[in-house]
C-alpha cells in the first residue's frame, strides 16, 4: 500500500527495492526555491544497516507490511536463538547476530515483541525494564560514603552491571536492557 511521503513519521516500516526498512530519523527541509524534501534514516530490518534517502513532496513510498506478536524467549541453540509466539504457540528462530546485545539480560521464559514480514520472524523487542536477583556482589567498602559510588554485580542471568554500593546478593535490581544501566532496588 502506498502512502504519501508527508504522512511518514519515525516507526513506520516502509519498502525500498522489496525489502522491509523502519524509519529511525525524518527531517522536513523547503529551500527558498523548489520542492520540499523528507530526509529520511531507514534502518533495514533484516540486515541492521542504517541508509539515508530523501523523498521529494508528493511523491509515494510503499509501506510494509509488518505485524507485531508477543512472544517469549525459549532456549538458545548454537548461533540461533528460538522465541514461541504467544498467539499461535508456533517456535521460530533468530540467528545470533541479529538479535544482537540486547539477548545479554533475557532468561528463558522472558517476554518479547516478535516482529514479522511476509510471515518470516525477522527481529525482536525485549522490554524496556527487566528484574533481576543479584547473585554476585563484593561487599561494599565500609565508610565509603561519596555520591555515586558503584560496584561490579552479576545478575541471574550472567549478565555484569554496575549497581549502587548499597546493594547486596539477593537483591532484586531493575536494569533498562538497552544501556545496562541499573535503575532501582526493587523491595520483594
Not at 514461541?84 to 517476554?111: H, I, K, R
Not at 525477522?122 to 561519596?146: C, L
Amino acid at each position: 500500500m502506498a502512502t504519501p511521503v508527508e504522512k511518514l513519521k519515525k516507526g513506520t516500516k516502509v519498502l525500498q527495492n522489496d525489502e522491509p526498512y523502519e524509519i529511525v530519523g525524518i527531517e522536513f527541509k523547503k529551500p527558498g526555491k523548489g520542492q520540499a524534501i523528507y530526509t529520511t534514516k531507514l534502518r533495514h530490518l533484516l540486515k541492521g544497516g542504517i541508509v539515508e534517502r530523501k523523498w521529494r513532496n508528493g511523491e509515494s513510498v510503499e509501506v510494509a507490511d509488518v505485524h507485531r506478536s508477543d512472544g517469549s524467549y525459549s532456549y538458545r541453540d548454537g548461533d540461533n536463538y528460538y522465541f514461541l509466539d504467544n498467539d499461535s504457540f508456533e517456535q521460530y528462530g533468530l540467528p545470533a547476530d541479529v538479535c544482537g546485545s540486547q539477548m545479554t539480560f533475557l532468561m528463558e521464559g522472558s517476554t518479547v515483541q516478535l516482529l514479522f514480514w511476509n510471515g518470516q520472524l525477522i527481529s525482536i523487542t525485549p522490554p524496556q525494564q527487566i528484574i533481576q536477583e543479584v547473585t554476585y556482589t563484593e561487599p561494599a567498602a565500609r565508610g565509603d560514603t561519596a555520591t555515586n559510588v558503584t560496584k561490579g554485580a552479576t545478575l541471574e542471568c550472567g549478565a555484569e552491571v554496575q549497581v549502587p554500593a548499597f546493594i547486596k546478593e539477593g537483591d532484586k535490581v531493575k536494569i533498562e536492557v538497552e544501556t545496562g544501566n541499573y535503575l532501582e532496588r526493587v523491595s520483594t
